[in-house]
């Protein structure tokens, strides 16, 4: 039985109004991003306007026109690389990289004496709150997506189990603002009344465009499956492309996207390439100088603030200011980690007796009013704060700032063989399974954003994991 719907007009063109409004603003942040930059760069060299600065006050008002071109070549307002993931944050870094290397050819070609005070404040300055304005954006983009506005309306072609699953993720991580409305089921597939996983069925795999018609959708995402091959995919984006309609192929490469995928034509056929994932190297030495750098910086930052904590720790209830426990890092090395205490003294004797309350999958154990905790442990799981003493596990070399949830030796006794993937890096302090809801989400999730970051990593996603971080903290979901 297939969903009855009314019938599609001659044409069924999707306007996306958000989409236009969304791009526009963003100009007008790198424009006005640009603008203060320049003005702030012109103050801080020149105290005032003379004769001899004039030019750099008018350098200052084409600083921003200068920079939107720098962006727009850099392919930075290009749908495809806005909205979601770090690619967007990469392009306007490259677009500042090749303003200040246009600038100073250009300089030494033309043999212009330019104030050097002036540059090193404008360009750096211009791409630095480029990236947070843009990160606001998107921020608040993500908010309206959570509310349900700014959605796309997505049609999933594949088979059963593999449309509810892909739904299912969808609905979890609306961020990405895809909203599934309904499926397309292959033709001799098992039995349905009309609906799969809550979705209406609009047809089989002949039917995508009238489907698409019918749900009023703008995108169309095809699962992996065997009766889709390249022949039909090609029919398939013919019928769509006249209502100018999105269709993405989902591959089947298990959270393996960005850098490592490139597709190269062998002999006039389009390949997908998958390079070997950066576990070592020089990436991964900076990436070690960077994390105890940072983590350097943050306690000589925080000191204040940890003192303070420890005190607080030590006033709310009898005990030890830090808890200490034994975690597995990189390679299966275990270490002690640092936290401050959150529990009174005998919670380890009193988990027996609350085990049938776990909340959790697997090995851990979880609830969300546990009575151990301390009235000032709860406020400290809150805002995270009880995580500051893994700095230390950081500056030991035990820990990263970005990485895998460090786990316990009982999970990894448990692991499966491919779960032991996310030893092959050091844990860290955050990660995206702490910027994806942290104990809202059931462990196989957890583990399966460890393993994207894993194969995934870079030191921009480390970047904008740390950002995202801030608002995770700040919302407190999932800390319990």
């Known amino acids: 039985m297939v969903a009855t719907r009314p019938a599609p007009g001659p044409r069924h063109r999707i306007t996306r109004r958000w989409e236009r409004r969304y791009l526009r603003g963003v100009v007008a942040c790198d424009l006005a991003v640009g603008l203060t930059a320049g003005t702030v760069a012109f103050a801080v060299r020149f105290n005032d306007v003379t004769r001899y600065n004039r030019g750099y006050l008018m350098l200052s008002a084409l600083l921003p026109l200068a920079f939107i071109v720098s962006l727009a070549a850099n392919r930075a307002y290009e749908k495809r690389y806005l909205y979601v993931g770090t690619d967007e944050y990469q392009r306007v870094l490259r677009a500042g990289l090749s303003m200040t290397a246009a600038l100073a050819v250009g300089a030494y070609a033309l043999e212009l004496p330019l104030a050097r005070g002036y540059v090193v404040v404008a360009l750096p300055l211009t791409t630095l709150a480029c990236v947070l304005a843009r990160f606001a954006v998107r921020h608040r983009l993500h908010r309206a997506r959570e509310r349900g506005r700014c959605l796309r309306r997505v049609i999933v072609v594949g088979h059963e189990l593999a449309v509810v699953g892909m739904a299912r993720q969808l609905r979890r991580e609306r961020y990405h603002g895809m909203d599934v409305v309904g499926a397309c089921l292959p033709p001799r597939g098992p039995a349905h009344d009309g609906r799969v996983g809550g979705l209406p069925v609009y047809g089989t795999f002949d039917q995508v ?72 190297g020089a990436r991964r030495l900076v990436k070690a100088a960077f994390d105890r750098a940072g983590a350097a910086a943050m306690l000589i930052a925080c000191s204040p ?90 500056l030991r070399g035990e820990m990263s700032l970005v990485g895998p949830r460090p786990p316990l030796p009982a999970e990894v006794e448990a692991y499966p063989e491919d779960m032991r993937r996310r030893l092959a890096v050091r844990p860290g302090m955050t990660g995206l399974w702490q910027v994806s809801g942290r104990s809202d989400l059931p462990w196989e999730e957890a583990v399966r954003l460890d393993l994207r970051y894993v194969e995934n990593w870079s030191l921009s996603l480390d970047l904008v994991i740390l950002l995202r971080t801030l608002t995770a903290v700040a919302r407190s979901s999932g800390a319990y």
């Open 305 to 394: 603030l940890l003192l303070g904590l420890a005190l607080a720790v030590r006033a709310d209830s009898p005990g030890p200011v830090l808890f200490r426990q034994v975690r597995v890092g990189k390679d299966g090395r275990r270490f002690v980690m640092f936290k401050f205490r959150t529990m009174c003294s005998d919670a380890e004797g009193r988990l027996a007796s609350l085990w049938q309350l776990n909340e959790y999958h697997g090995v851990l154990f979880k609830i969300r009013d546990d009575p151990r905790v301390t009235r000032v442990g709860r406020w400290l799981r809150r805002l995270s704060l009880d995580e500051l003493p893994q700095l230390f596990n950081v």
């Open 209 to 280: 465009a009238r489907a698409v018609a019918a749900a009023r959708a703008d995108t169309v995402i095809v699962l992996s499956c065997p009766e889709l091959d390249g022949h039909a995919l090609r029919r398939l984006a013919w019928r769509l492309e006249r209502d100018d309609v999105d269709l993405i192929v989902a591959s089947s490469l298990i959270d393996v996207a960005g850098d490592r995928t490139t597709i190269r034509p062998v002999d006039g056929l389009p390949m997908l390439h998958v390079e070997h994932p950066t576990l070592s």
